[in-house]
């Protein structure tokens, strides 16, 4: 055969093969245009082909994890502007039941407009200025939740105690975050870092991990005294933030070994995290507490894990929400709309995974456990009345009969009562922390 024709013939099969993938790939996708034109064209009132594109890849992202989702035009282009600018907010984290297509509140931010209004974590919000959620997407009710600051709002919300649905209203207002936080104020209205009821315990409280947590959390640790017998870290209710700042607060508990490692598909390492030689600022001697609860989440998972599997801290409480995963975002058609889907999932230092993926039991390994012996899970009412005590001392600077005290007014019989109610948990976290203070003072048997 010459030379010519076999190059000819060689070519030939080559594009041939080409084509023929070329169509086996995109084979759904000439079904899906075919499916997008019939309806269109066929069904019994006109539909816009975008509003039938939209709808289609929203139910794209469905059979994937609830972090993952469609976002489409007008929703991306207001979320891109969102992230260079500052908007009005009413101060709330939220969760998605993608099954039950409910918003549910992680975390009221302390001093925010839902914090004051007596909006708690575990709450379900049913309808926002009486449209109801269930009949739209989620994007565009956690939208609706932002707004001009002053603007008022109100939220149809069933709390975690009652079958009732409740009305309450707040203004949005700028939200500025105060991620650390401790257990009582002193006289200047600044947070006291140790234990009103146990002055030698010191204890922080962590909102959230945004920009300034890692700095302020230092702060904090600055401010402990010297002599304290313990250091109890309070993360329940807090859903996470920011990847950098939770690895920045293990480096200053630990000087050597992994602290996160993120794998992507095929369990492929993305990225190892570890922690950085000389970077210790807690006494190594100091005995450590993690309180954690079931809307603990990411980043406070990452946390509490790392200082669980180096041995540097007790993890008291009950298990956490099992929130393990990165979220990219990908644009389409531009930049009008994308598809946010997980990309990526976080594994302790042990080599244990922290996400809990929708299929996944309570046998399954997801999430950060109690150190044994050490779980205490609340009911609904003693996690209301913590919530709630906790609610007065965050809004009370000094006491309610001070003029200058943000409430300026005499306390009541059951305000007092929440004050005074004894937290289950943390007086666990502090036996956590005796009992670790007599084991490090025991002298070694001869």
Known sequence: MPR???ITICVTFAVALICYQSVAQSRYALM???GLETIAEYYVRPVKEEELFNAAMTGLTSPLDQNSSYIAPPSYSNLRRELGQEFG???????????KREMIIATPLAGSPAYDAGIQAGDVVVAIDGVELKGE???DSLKRLHGEVGKPVTLTVRHIDSDETVDIS?????????????DTHGKDGQWEFHLASDPKIAYIRVESFGDRTAEDFEAALDQIDGNSEGLIIDLRGNSGGYLEAATHMVDMFIDEGDILTTRTRNNEIRRVYRAT??????PKNLPVVVMIDRYSASASEIFAAALQDHNRATIVGERSYGKGTVQSIFELDGDRRALKITTATYWRPSGHNIHRFPDATDEDDWGVTPNPG???????????????????????????????????????????????????QLQLAVEAIKKAEEKSQEKPKQ
């Open 4 to 6: 010519g024709n076999l």
């Open 32 to 34: 899906f245009q075919e």
């Open 89 to 99: 907010g009413i101060g709330v984290k939220v969760e998605y039941d993608k099954d």
């Open 137 to 139: 997407d989620f994007e």
């Open 170 to 182: 707040m203004k949005r207002d700028k939200i500025m975050v105060e991620s650390v936080m401790g």
């Open 277 to 282: 030689t000389g970077s210790t600022i807690v």
């Open 374 to 424: 050490w779980t205490l899970e609340l009911d609904q009412e003693t996690m209301k009345k913590v919530a709630l005590g906790r609610r007065l001392h965050d809004v009370d600077r000094t006491n309610f009969a001070n003029p200058e005290s943000a409430e300026n007014r005499e306390i009541t019989e059951e305000e007092q009562e929440l004050l005074d109610f004894e937290d289950p």
